[in-house]
């Protein structure tokens, strides 16, 4: 399988604990993205890389949130101290991008967390 | 500041008929949208796009219109099959800005 590919895809973590999620993208992209998905919403951007290079993040992104890339290949998205708020579906998406295309996005299936 | 807004949360549909899915976007120099269909347990997979020049694009089943004086664009589906049941979200490409998305259920 050469698709998106998330893990864990489902963590339940106690409030206040640490919780790391991975994403590998397909391997020729050298962009990757991060949404958040709650019930009845649709993906939130939270943040993306070009290659190793984080571009943006969102305002959404609170100083508890970390995201890498270190080799511009997978990335991990780490949420220290966590709060029953940030339960919700953690989307990796990957695209290649090239000249004035942004390309296309490729979803993983994501990582449920569950925040007690 | 919702950018991209499906009005619709759900829509039922029977098969054979013609399923119609409504985006409205604020920005106008959005330049291309796309659409994603998402089952349940899966991250959300690309389905079609257009570009702003275009007013219309087809992809067997699926045809996306593009009212650019409205910022309206729809998703049309025809004919509908019960495998075509799943969440739809439209999405511009500042930010891969998504829409809330509209539930599409198609009654065999």
């Known amino acids: 399988d050469t698709g998106v590919s998330q893990n864990p895809r489902h963590k339940i973590t106690k409030r206040g604990q640490n919780v790391t999620f991975r994403c590998d993208p397909i391997?020729?992209?050298?962009?990757l993205y991060w949404y958040r998905q709650t019930l009845g919403q649709g993906p939130e951007f939270l943040t993306y890389f070009q290659n190793e290079a984080q571009l943006e993040k969102s305002r959404l992104l609170s100083d508890r949130f970390s995201a890498e890339r270190p080799k511009g290949s997978f990335s991990t998205l780490e949420i220290q101290r966590t709060e029953q708020g940030d339960s919700a579906m953690y989307l990796c998406?990957?695209?290649?991008?090239?000249?004035?295309?942004?390309?296309?996005?490729?979803f993983g299936e994501g990582s449920r967390l569950t925040v007690l | 500041d919702q950018q991209v807004k499906q009005n619709s949360p759900s829509l039922s549909v029977q098969e054979g008929r013609i399923s119609i899915l409504n985006c409205d976007y604020t920005n106008s120099m959005f330049d291309y949208f796309l659409w994603y269909k998402k089952y349940p347990a899966e991250g959300p997979t690309f389905l079609i796009s257009?570009?702003?020049?275009?007013d219309k694009n087809e992809d067997g089943r699926f045809t996306v219109f593009l009212n650019k004086s409205a910022k309206h664009l729809s998703l049309h589906i025809v004919p509908s099959q019960p495998g075509d049941s799943a969440v739809y979200f439209c999405a511009a490409p500042n930010k891969y800005i998504f829409g809330t998305g509209t539930r599409l259920k198609v009654l065999a």
């Open positions: 391997s020729e992209h050298n962009r």
């Open positions: 998406a990957s695209s290649l991008l090239s000249g004035r295309n942004t390309g296309e996005l490729f």
């Open positions: 257009i570009s702003s020049i275009k």
